[in-house]
């Protein structure tokens, strides 16, 4: 051993001997052997076992460290005659005589000050177990123990008791002599016994102990009399403090753990530094890549994903948009990109998506990445989500939301001061920014990040975009694309029984590819013009294959038309797996099975659109994933939904809807073709009419479509709404402020192409007006410049209450009157008028009754029912008249009366809860019904958000829950809540005292429930038998 680099290792002593005597503690030891005791031959495996155990642990430790998780007596045999104890005892003992005192206080500084790096071997002994507490004194003196040399530090023993000093010398003193070789065999075989808290070396191990025979002298009984004091108080005191519990770790996890976080620090180190190295994976620790080949059976990236993450801008996390055609595996890179901004980073990401379903699948992907790495997955979609999120302390957070949800989440986080906790925003299919409201709200998310937070990183991914300039300049992004597919892609066209291929090259192009061999009879050529059953029985059952259909019905239709024409042989295929699909189905929906999936799953055919449940949508995605369904007709959602690829995708018409296929539309249907890791080729096949040949040729040929904002056209969902949440959340209040903001938007990048008439200016003066004049806004009064572009707003209640829940500024003032109508006459006899105030807006304007229906459910309703709809101005003579169709004089509002049509089917719903019957009675596909309760989950969310003011005034008053305001006095809370009146008052004391009642008899019903005798219990069926 070198000397300089010598320690004291603790809890080394793996072999048990006789220690010498008292006497020989300051003696020369004499030449004789320790004769060597028998050991117990469970102590002996008890021994081994833990010695195995403990081979686990890290790194050794110096001696002072010594506040360990371990007993205080791993380094003690027992409290026997010849424990350390012991010595401590006969130490004190010896101590008292006189003559001895000066020589052992002159030992021990000599030997600390002079002789430390002489001596370079000590002994050290472990205490294995307690149970020799309950050994005779036979057996105590008979174990044997194996010394380990220590090496230690010059220094090391100034910090430790004189009394441990005086015994590493003695031990150094008596460690001279060597054993003999049966003494050596045994040192060999116990070295299974050391811990892994230090790594000893060969010879750190003694091959030989003598000890001077008078170790084994029997100490008198005065003698022992004498020390029992000492002995019994440390014993004690000791046995206490080794009796706490030390909470028991996996040594792997640890081992596991450590390596992890060294792999991070190591990682966060590289990207702080900027440097070429950029660790195991991508700055991440090796698990992830261990993570995606487990989970996703991904081993190695694509060569443009390498180029991407390692891109100089990616590096200096510059924003960055990126373009590559579906399947080219765009997700993944922005997955590894959240990685390192999670782990290494230690901050929260936002990641954007377009639909619930897509939202829903990523939350399924990357949950199991979040529980092995240590982050949180949370969904924020439908009526989930919390606002604001919840704040962690050590792990971070991966939002993954819808666009509103989105939108909200970054509204939240500005006002609670929080967006610069957020470290990255990724949004998926970027090209949504030009589509409608939709897009409206998504540029001003990404703006609202861009002016408040100039840390966090905004990545964009799509497979449709064009003019991506505009789009860099907004986002300040550098760019990437590639036109890589994993699969190669072939497009054809059909006319008639000829198939064309796609060719640029070609002079109109296309060229002839061949014609479709397969024999149709005269009913099947009725039946099936296109050829649809040709050109899907050349992959099924084998390949998959997509239909896509302009509508839902004309996918079910479909759906059956093929499969009236597939031979007997396709019901054979996986046919016990088809028979458990059906089963699920059956299971999800209370028995029920939609009539024409029951027919067409045995052929492994299934039709996929928005009519399904999500339940149901799930599990035959799920199917068609495995290859037990085979082919889906399916509308254009599927296009821009989960991820379902085919070896060939069909469109059956090139229209959506009524609507002629726009470029986009076709490339995101097309891009489905073509399965990474399974297919060698994918191939799509338009069908189209001779009278739509010129406009097909156009379609293929031209480029895609231009992104342009609509941030003003969408003047309610839009601009106005960007003013009232710019103003609310104070990142702007002044005209010259506001307009700074709108010339960072995508609008003002491209103010020249779609401002005509008026200027960017002008728009944000008229804006402002107009929140004014409805009492959204206010110009503030304290403010004193004369200067228009100076002046100040702040926001008005309804204007806050608006920007809190979301509402569309088109419905606020709706919404407000009749929540203060409801509040003056609410119905609570009946939940219908509570349904009606949280039925959404938007849906009740796009409803078409059946007037049928609509009479024979509201002569079904009871005196009270009638009285919200009395209340709300509908009667049953309009509506009977309308059933019959009578003309109507009487003017009534339409989207009251579909808005009341709307709350019937979510009051039958309640009373039911069985979309099925309910899908049924209404005569509406149960996935709308399904929506209609998603969107009324949400709408009410909204509201509750929208009626927080005076719910927080009655908080601040002290009426904190339900029972408080149920004990409420009227009179007082006219006195202490503002614009409050006396009818207010006492219906929300009245309501909170039903509310309160309702709630003690549920729970009523539930002592009861619990109390009672299950009908199944043992004793009740015997006796029942015995009758």
């Keep these: 051993m070198n000397e300089g680099g010598s320690r004291i290792r603790r809890r080394v002593a793996v ?23 028998d050991e117990e031959e469970e102590e002996e495996e008890e021994e081994m076992m833990a010695g195995s155990r403990r081979k686990k642990t890290a790194e050794v430790q110096p001696v002072e460290n010594n506040d360990s998780e371990e007993d205080m007596f791993g380094d003690y045999d027992s409290f ?73 530090e010059p220094d090391l023993l100034y910090d430790i008791p004189s009394s441990q000093v005086l015994y590493f010398e003695n031990l150094h003193n008596s460690s001279n002599d060597l054993g003999d070789q049966s003494t050596k065999e045994r040192d060999c075989n116990s070295s299974s016994h050391k811990t892994v808290n230090e790594e000893l070396p060969q010879n750190s191990i003694e091959q030989h102990q003598q000890t001077d025979d008078s170790s084994s002298k029997v100490r008198t009984s005065s003698e022992e009399n004498r020390r029992k004091s000492l002995k019994e108080h440390l014993k004690s005191a000791m046995t206490g403090n080794a009796k706490a519990q030390t909470p028991i770790f996996s040594r792997t996890k640890q081992l596991k753990e450590t390596l992890l976080s060294e792999e991070i620090n190591v990682a966060k180190k590289t990207i702080e530094s900027s440097s070429d190295d950029l660790g195991p994976f991508y700055s991440l620790p090796s698990k992830v890549r261990d993570l995606y080949v487990q989970f996703k059976g991904i081993g190695k990236l694509y060569e443009w994903q390498h180029t991407c993450l390692t891109l100089n801008s990616v590096q200096e996390r510059k924003n960055l948009i990126y373009s590559l055609p579906t399947s080219g595996g765009k997700t993944l890179v922005a997955e590894i990109l959240m990685l390192q901004e999670l782990l290494c980073r230690r901050r929260d990401v936002l990641m954007i998506l377009p639909y619930v379903a897509i939202v829903q699948e990523k939350i399924s992907g990357l949950s ?27 792990k971070k957070s991966l939002y993954i939301a819808t666009i509103e949800k989105g939108h909200s989440l970054v509204n939240s986080l500005i006002e609670t001061g929080r967006i610069g906790s957020l470290g990255l925003v990724v949004v998926d299919e970027l090209h949504m920014i030009g589509e409608g409201s939709r897009g409206a709200i998504l540029e001003m998310t990404l703006a609202k990040v861009l002016y408040t937070s100039k840390t966090t990183q905004i990545i964009g991914m799509s497979a449709t975009l064009n003019n991506v300039e505009d789009l860099q300049e907004f986002l300040q992004a550098e760019y990437y694309t590639s036109q890589f597919r994993p699969v190669e892609l072939k497009e054809y066209l059909k006319i008639n029984d000829a198939i064309y291929e796609v060719d640029s090259k070609a002079e109109n192009g296309m060229t002839f590819s061949r014609l479709l061999n397969y024999k149709y009879s005269d009913t099947l050529k009725k039946m099936d013009p296109d050829h649809l059953v040709a050109l899907v029985t050349e992959v099924i059952p084998n390949y998959s294959c997509l239909v896509f259909c302009p509508t839902k019905k004309n996918c079910e239709n479909v759906a059956e038309m093929i499969c009236k024409f597939l031979s007997k042989e396709y019901l054979k295929h996986r046919e016990e797996e088809k028979h458990e699909v059906i089963k699920n189905l059956k299971n999800v929906s209370s028995g029920n099975l939609c009539p024409v999936l029951k027919r067409t799953i045995p052929f492994g055919v299934a039709y996929h659109h928005s009519g399904l449940t999500s339940d149901e949508r799930k599990l035959l995605e799920e199917a068609y994933s495995t290859g037990v369904l085979c082919l889906f007709t399916c509308t254009s959602t599927l296009a821009a939904g989960v991820n379902l690829p085919a070896r060939r995708v069909i469109l059956r018409a090139p229209y959506v809807a009524k609507e002629f296929l726009k470029r986009n539309q076709y490339k995101q249907m097309i891009g489905r073709a073509g399965r990474a890791g ?84 002008e728009i944000t003066v008229e804006s402002l007006r107009y929140l004014t004049e409805k009492g959204l806004l206010q110009k503030d009064t304290t403010d004193k410049s004369e200067e228009e572009f100076q002046h100040s707003f702040h926001i008005t209640k309804l204007g806050r209450a608006s920007f809190k829940g979301t509402i569309d500024l088109a419905y606020c003032d709706v919404l407000y009157r009749d929540l203060k109508k409801g509040l003056e006459g609410l119905v609570l006899e009946s939940l219908l008028h509570l349904i009606y105030l949280t039925t959404p807006y938007d849906m009740a304007s796009q409803c078409d009754p059946d007037w049928m229906i609509y009479f024979r459910q509201f002569s079904q309703l009871s005196p009270a029912e009638q009285n919200v709809a009395a209340l709300l101005g509908v009667s049953e003579n309009f509506i009977g008249k309308k059933a019959s169709g009578q003309a109507i004089k009487k003017k009534v509002d339409k989207d009251i009366v579909n808005r009341l049509y709307l709350s019937f089917v979510l009051y039958a719903l309640l009373k039911e809860t069985n979309i099925w019957s309910v899908s049924e009675k209404f005569n509406m596909p149960r996935g709308y019904i399904q929506s209609l309760l998603t969107g009324a989950a949400t709408f009410s969310s909204c509201v509750l958000h929208f009626c927080e003011g005076r719910a927080k005034q009655l908080y601040n008053a002290g009426y904190k829950s339900l029972t408080h305001l149920a004990n409420a006095n009227p009179e007082v809370l006219i006195r202490t809540i503002d614009h409050l009146s006396r009818r207010q008052a006492k219906q929300i004391v009245s309501s909170a005292k039903m509310l309160l009642h309702e709630k003690a008899e549920a729970l009523q019903e539930e002592v009861e429930e619990l109390l009672r005798l299950p009908s199944d219990f043992p004793g009740i069926t015997s006796s029942t038998e015995k009758a």
């Design 15 to 37: 072999r048990k001997r006789n220690r010498p005597s008292l006497e020989s503690i300051f003696a020369s030891p004499t030449a004789a052997d320790l004769q060597p005791g």
């Design 80 to 152: 026997a005659e010849n424990s350390f104890l012991a010595h401590v005892d006969d130490l004190e003992q010896y101590m008292q005589l006189p003559e001895h005192r000066k020589h052992a206080s002159d030992l021990a500084t000599d030997d600390l000050c002079s002789e430390s790096d002489k001596h370079n071997k000590f002994s050290v002994t472990t205490i294995d177990n307690f149970t020799e507490l309950k050994m005779d004194e036979h057996t105590k003196n008979q174990s044997r123990q194996e010394d380990v040399c220590i090496e230690p």
């Design 678 to 761: 399974i297919d060698s080729i994918g191939e799509s096949i338009l069908i189209l009419q001779e009278k739509d040949k010129q406009q097909v040729l156009e379609l293929i040929s031209r480029p895609l479509e231009n992104c342009y904002s609509h941030l003003v056209q969408e003047f309610t969902k839009g601009i106005q709404t960007l003013f009232l949440s710019l103003i609310g959340l104070k990142i702007a209040t002044n005209l010259d402020d506001i307009y700074h903001f709108m010339n960072g938007t995508f609008f003002g990048v491209q103010q020249k192409i779609l401002l005509k008439e008026k200027s960017l200016w």
């Design 368 to 394: 199991s990445f979040g529980i092995e790495l240590g982050f949180f997955v949370e969904e924020y979609a439908g009526s989930k989500g919390k606002f604001p999120p919840i704040k962690r302390r050590e």
